[in-house]
């Protein structure tokens, strides 16, 4: 009986400390800051969110691209899926799902935006994959490193 009595208290322990089906959480503009930049998340409409696989905290982002330079910084693809809010009805997509677009005014200037239907696409701004969005981010990374250390490429 004391074994099984251990026994229950240890998979009582477990199933408390695993996380179950972890999602993205809403977004406060008034408390939330980015994980990357520090900035109040201003519009939640932009934000990003890495959702960790195991453990740990979500993480909330100004907006994508400063997600995508995180990750891609720190190599925890792996570790984490990535989240981006739909700009037109604020409901959460998966990275992976999401139609990414370009040309938008964001508060980093990294210019990308999510939408959940094609349908919500407006004239004149282009869809791209998000591996086109982690090339477009890493680039302008270079650029604002060249500009920072006074390097021109």
Do not use: H
């Given at each position: 009986m004391k074994k099984f009595s251990c026994l229950l208290l240890l998979l009582v322990?477990?199933?408390?400390?695993?996380?179950?089906?972890?999602?993205?959480?809403?977004?406060?503009?008034?408390?939330?800051?980015?994980?990357?930049?520090?900035?109040?998340?201003?519009?939640?409409?932009?934000?990003?969110?890495?959702?960790p696989k195991e453990g740990d905290e979500n993480l909330i982002f100004e907006e994508i691209g400063c997600a995508v330079a995180w990750l891609d910084r720190y190599n925890f693809w792996d570790?984490?899926?990535?989240?981006?809010?739909?700009?037109?009805?604020?409901?959460?997509?998966?990275?992976?799902?999401?139609?990414?677009?370009?040309e938008y005014t964001t508060p980093m200037g990294y210019g990308i935006a999510a939408l959940s239907k094609k349908s919500d696409l407006e004239e004149g701004k282009a869809l791209v994959t998000g591996r086109t969005a982690a090339m477009?981010?890493?680039?302008?990374?270079?650029?604002?490193k060249c500009k920072t250390c006074g390097n021109t490429q």
């Amino acid at each position: 009986m004391k074994k099984f009595s251990c026994l229950l208290l240890l998979l009582v322990f477990l199933c408390a400390c695993t996380k179950k089906d972890a999602k993205p959480r809403n977004v406060n503009p008034e408390t939330d800051l980015c994980a990357r930049c520090g900035m109040q998340v201003a519009n939640p409409r932009l934000a990003a969110q890495a959702v960790p696989k195991e453990g740990d905290e979500n993480l909330i982002f100004e907006e994508i691209g400063c997600a995508v330079a995180w990750l891609d910084r720190y190599n925890f693809w792996d570790r984490y899926a990535l989240y981006v809010t739909d700009l037109k009805n604020g409901g959460w997509i998966k990275y992976d799902e999401a139609l990414l677009v370009i040309e938008y005014t964001t508060p980093m200037g990294y210019g990308i935006a999510a939408l959940s239907k094609k349908s919500d696409l407006e004239e004149g701004k282009a869809l791209v994959t998000g591996r086109t969005a982690a090339m477009l981010v890493a680039d302008l990374e270079k650029i604002r490193k060249c500009k920072t250390c006074g390097n021109t490429q």
